[in-house]
Structures are given as structure tokens and as C-alpha cells.
């Protein structure tokens, strides 16, 4: 049945009006977890198997912030005909139809009983999202209900994919110029990984604070790289200086 938050609790802002039916109806307790360590919960609307910029990154926040004794949980859309018993215990999906367009991402729906039954249990001291709608609208309300700070992370410059969507681009450019510099503004702290995003944040009129966070990326695995049979396959000498890109060729990305 649907879930509808206590009384109190505030009301009325653009992100409570979106699926409440996802959030238990009772306060949850705050539990001290010792000195230092918390309880995380990361919202995102992209996760492994899918391969992105954003999955990938929320893969490398999760592993390193285990590695410093936080507990992690994720939760995220299920692809389309996904195996759900490959998730660790700590990762909660929502039911999601594949988006009908040139994107690698999934819709996930507004309601699942896994999720709920997850944010009863749990009490969380932060929350991190890494969108400013669908899973992470969910999350942000999230937690203004439970009173945990949250924190947002800008990957990308979201009117660059305007021109994906049925609309009028200005249309769409200028919803999406609100919601982000609005949701930004209900957060504690915005983190990304570029100067010049945090720039356009401030003209936008976004007043939180905005940290500088790059990309986490694992080197280990290009520390013995050897480009021998690279350079003997395109005829480039030993000793030229050779560059190399890893990443989508397209509009966003020059």
C-alpha cells in the first residue's frame, strides 16, 4: 500500500510532490556507528553491469569509501532482464524500463517494496545522490524526511543532452537549468570534478557550497601498460610522445 510520511516533516517543495509512495511513514532512529564511520546511501540512476562515466564512478566512491570502513549501500534502476541475485547485499533496485532514446540509461519506477523495506531497516548519516531527478529526486527526498544531511554530486552539464528529448530545446534547456541550480540548493554540499562546472553552477545560482571532487579512476591496472604492439600497428615510432582517449566520441565530450 502506499507509504506517506509523517506529520511535520515539512512539505511542498518540487521533489516531495515526486513519488512519495517510495519512503516509509515513520522516523527512523539515528545510530552511531563509532567515531569517523558512517552509513551511506548513494542514489544514482546508473549502476554496474551498466559501463559509464557516472556507473563507474559511484563503483570507485563505493569501493573506496569501504576501504576507509564506511558501510555503502546503493541503490539504483535493474536493466532491463537483469539478474538481481549478482547484487551484493548492500545494493537495492528499483524495477526499470530501458529509456527509448540514444542513452545508456534505464527509468526506473517510483515504487519497490525491496527499497522500502531497505529505508525502514536502515538509518543512514548521509545521503549521496548523483542526479538531480528519478533515483535521485527519490534519495533527496529521502533525506529531508529522515533529517540525514545530503550531498549531490554534478557530473555533466545536463542541457548538452537536450537535443535527446521530443521537446522544444529551450524548453527543456531552461527546466533543466531550474531543477538542477533548485535541487543543487537543497543540498549541503555539491561536489564535481571540474573548475568550470562549479563556475557555471555560481551563474546559475546555485549557493551551496561546491568542493572540487575528480573522478576516481583505477590506475593500478595501466601501471605495467605496454604499448609496444599499439605503436608497431600504427607505425609510431618508440620514442613519439603518443596521447590516448578513452570515452564516447560525441558532442558532450569535445
Known amino acids: 500500500h502506499p507509504l506517506t510520511p509523517s506529520p511535520g516533516r515539512g512539505g511542498g517543495t ?16 539515528h545510530v552511531r556507528r563509532g567515531r ?18 557516472v556507473a563507474k564512478c559511484v563503483e570507485y566512491y563505493e569501493r573506496g569509501l569501504q576501504q576507509r570502513g564506511h ?22 533496485r528499483f524495477p526499470a524500463l ?6 545508456d540509461y534505464s527509468i ?25 531527478i528519478w533515483v535521485g529526486a527519490w534519495g533527496a527526498w529521502y533525506a529531508r524526511w529522515a533529517e540525514v ?13 537536450a537535443h535527446l528529448m521530443p521537446l522544444p530545446e529551450p524548453l527543456v534547456e531552461a527546466y533543466l537549468r531550474m531543477r538542477v541550480s533548485s535541487y543543487c540548493n537543497k543540498c549541503e554540499v555539491i561536489t ?4 568550470s562546472m562549479r563556475r557555471l553552477l555560481r551563474r546559475e545560482g546555485v549557493r551551496r557550497p561546491i568542493e572540487i571532487l575528480p573522478n576516481p579512476t583505477e590506475i593500478a591496472a595501466f601501471q605495467g601498460a605496454d604499448g609496444t604492439e599499439v605503436r608497431r600497428a600504427y607505425g609510431i615510432p618508440p620514442e613519439a610522445l603518443l596521447l590516448g582517449f578513452v570515452g564516447r566520441l560525441s558532442v558532450e565530450k569535445n
Do not use: C
Open 14 to 29: 518540487e521533489a516531495d510532490s515526486e513519488h512519495r509512495s517510495s519512503v516509509p511513514s515513520g522516523p527512523l532512529p
Open 98 to 103: 530501458p529509456i527509448p532514446l540514444d542513452m
Open 192 to 195: 564535481t570534478p571540474v573548475p
Open 149 to 161: 544531511p545530503l550531498v549531490t554530486t554534478v557530473h555533466t552539464e545536463y542541457r548538452l543532452f
Open 71 to 92: 558501510e555503502v549501500v546503493i541503490f539504483a534502476p535493474a536493466p532491463e532482464d537483469y539478474d538481481r541475485t549478482q547484487d551484493p547485499p548492500f545494493v537495492y
Open 108 to 132: 526506473a519506477a517510483p515504487y519497490s517494496r525491496h527499497v522500502v523495506r531497505a529505508l525502514r531497516r536502515l538509518d543512514f548519516d548521509i545521503i549521496h545522490t548523483q542526479h538531480p
Open 36 to 53: 569517523g564511520i558512517m552509513r551511506i546511501g548513494i542514489f544514482t540512476n546508473t549502476y554496474r553491469p551498466t559501463v559509464n562515466g
